[in-house]
């Protein structure tokens, strides 16, 4: 168990629809990441937030959008969804600033299915 | 853009034989990560190397360096059923982790 957590586990949509999902990080971890990862495929980096600010982004549109809060949750908002979104969405939190340095704790994951 | 990529796509082997996956990257690093990943679900860390280092062990996992070649390879010895999963690297590249499409071990009673 890495003390990260995500809801929902499974969520389905349809094209055109909007989708929130939903991070708990550890306990001091000041950094969040989100990646996609669709199937068979490695995850791919999608943004990373430092204490409530986003500090870089992956190539990912601006319909993909993310918050972080003060009490180590942190959300993924994705807007007009594609048949492409579908995939298993992960959070990942590390302690330190620039997390790529360190050691990510990552979530179960939410698995997206867009219709 | 994936920038590990992990070699072999599948691997399948007898339980309590030795599994090698290796990983090759494209540029320079400060650290490559190994991960694990049962059925479709979260990662879980298994390692850490950073780039001064050379060979690294952790329990039955042994894993190597060679940033001249970059490479890595990733060592499991005497496997055990629960080691089937999906194995990837990642390598650092600014905030990011940049992955490989993963090696998929599957160990057989």
């Known amino acids: 168990e890495t003390g990260v957590t995500q809801s929902p586990t499974h969520l389905i949509k349809t094209r055109g629809q909007q989708v929130t999902l939903r991070c708990s990080s550890q306990?001091?971890?000041?950094?969040v990441s989100w990646y996609q990862q669709a199937l068979g495929q490695g995850p791919q980096f999608i943004f990373q937030?430092?204490?409530?600010?986003?500090?870089g982004r992956g190539n990912f549109p601006p319909r993909f959008s993310g918050l972080q809060f003060p009490n180590y949750s942190s959300e993924l908002n994705v807007n007009a969804l594609e048949l492409d979104d579908s995939a298993l969405y992960l959070c990942?939190?590390?302690?330190?600033?620039?997390?790529?340095?360190?050691?990510?704790?990552f979530g179960p994951g939410t698995r997206l299915t867009v219709l | 853009s994936q920038q590990g990529e992990e070699d072999p796509q599948a691997l399948s082997i007898q339980e309590g034989e030795n599994a090698t996956m290796n990983c090759s990257y494209k540029?320079?690093?400060?650290?490559l990560q190994w991960y694990r990943q049962n059925s479709g679900r979260g990662l879980v860390h298994l390692i850490l190397?950073?780039?001064n280092e050379r060979e690294k062990h952790s329990g039955r996992l042994r894993v190597t360096l060679d940033t001249s070649k970059k490479s890595s390879s990733l060592l499991i010895t005497a496997s055990r059923a629960a080691d089937t999963a999906s194995y990837f690297c990642?390598?650092?590249?600014?905030?990011?982790?940049?992955w490989g499409a993963g090696t998929k071990l599957i160990i057989k009673p």
């Open positions: 990942a939190s590390s302690p330190l600033a620039g997390g790529a340095t360190d050691t990510q704790y």
């Open positions: 306990s001091g971890h000041n950094t």
């Open positions: 937030y430092y204490r409530e600010e986003e500090n």
């Open positions: 540029t320079s690093i400060n650290n």
């Open positions: 190397i950073r780039s």
């Open positions: 990642a390598t650092d590249s600014n905030y990011q982790l940049i």
